[in-house]
C-alpha cells in the first residue's frame, strides 16, 4: 500500500512545491514507485517536472469531473521515472463548486492506485480549502515545508490547526511527518528568529536536514527538471535525498 504524504502550507512562498518535486525526484532515484498529485490551480509541479499545462489530454481535474474514470488513464510519466497526476486550471471553479460531500473524492481514487506506488506526494495550494482538506483527507501524514521568512510562522500554526481538525473530525489516523525548512538564508536576522521560534515550539517536530536557498531552484524550473537533477552534487540536493530517505526509514 503506497504511503501518502500531504505537502502542505497555508502561505504563499514556503518552498511547498519545490519540496514536493524534489522529494519526488529524489524518492524515485532511491528506487521508489512515486506518484505526484498536482492540486494547485497554477500547476507548478505539473510544469517543474517538464510538462506543459495546455498539451495535457486529461488531468486531476477529469478525475474530479468523472469519478467513474480509472485514475490509471490520468496518469502521466516523465522522462525520470516519475508519475504525475497533473493540475489543470479548471481546479478552482471545480473547487468553488465542491460540498462536504465531495471531501473523500481524492482518497478514493487513490485508493484504487495503491498497488502501483510505494509513495504518493500532493502538492496542494497555499490556502485553505477543499483541494487541501481532500489532500488531507487522503493522506497519512504532513510535510510542512516552512521559509524562514516573515509571517512562516502565522502559515505554519494556521497549517497545525488544519491538521487537528482533520484528525478530530475526517482522518483520526493523519500524522505530522515533519517540519522542513526551506529557503534557508544564513545570518539574517528574520531567518534567525524563525528558525529559533519553530525548534522552540515544534522541537520534536522538525527534520534536521534544511534546504538552504539555491539557484538549482530556479535552474530546474526553467529547465522543466527538480534541482535535484539538475545539480546532484549541490548541498541542497542532499538535503532533500536525506529527507526522502527519513521519510522511508520511518515507515518501515
Do not use: C, W
Not at 492506485?113 to 504532513?142: C, F, H, K, Q, R
Not at 481538525?165 to 536576522?189: C, D, H, S, W
Amino acid at each position: 500500500m503506497a504511503k501518502k504524504y500531504a505537502v502542505m502550507m497555508y502561505k504563499g512562498g514556503s518552498g511547498k512545491t519545490t519540496t514536493a518535486i524534489n522529494l519526488a525526484a529524489a524518492l524515485v532515484g532511491i528506487g521508489k514507485r512515486v506518484l505526484l498529485v498536482d492540486l494547485d490551480r497554477q500547476g507548478n509541479a505539473t510544469t517543474g517536472v517538464g510538462f506543459v499545462l495546455d498539451d495535457l489530454d486529461r488531468t486531476v481535474n477529469d478525475l474530479f469531473a468523472n469519478p467513474e474514470l480509472d485514475p490509471r488513464d490520468a496518469v502521466i510519466a516523465t522522462d525520470f521515472g516519475l508519475h504525475v497526476l497533473a493540475a489543470s486550471r479548471g481546479l478552482a471553479k471545480t473547487a468553488m463548486n465542491m460540498s462536504p460531500g465531495d471531501m473523500f473524492l481524492l482518497r478514493e481514487f487513490l485508493s484504487q492506485l495503491d498497488s502501483d506506488y510505494d509513495v504518493i506526494l500532493i502538492d496542494t495550494p497555499p490556502n485553505e480549502g477543499y483541494m487541501t482538506y481532500m489532500a488531507l483527507a487522503a493522506a497519512d501524514a504532513v510535510v510542512i515545508p516552512v521559509a524562514t521568512r516573515g509571517f512562516s510562522e502565522e502559515g505554519l500554526a494556521q497549517t497545525i490547526d488544519g491538521i487537528t481538525v482533520a484528525r478530530k473530525t475526517y482522518n483520526p489516523n493523519l500524522q505530522l511527518a515533519g517540519i522542513l525548512f526551506t529557503n534557508v538564508e544564513r545570518f539574517t536576522l528574520v531567518a534567525n528568529s524563525v528558525l529559533k521560534n519553530v525548534q522552540r515550539n515544534y522541537a520534536d517536530s522538525v527534520f534536521g536536514d534544511r534546504i538552504p536557498k539555491a539557484s538549482l531552484f530556479d535552474k530546474g524550473n526553467e529547465a522543466g527538471l527538480p534541482g535535484v537533477l539538475v545539480e546532484p552534487g549541490h548541498k541542497a540536493a542532499k538535503a532533500y535525498r536525506n529527507v526522502a530517505r527519513r521519510l522511508i526509514d520511518a515507515d518501515q
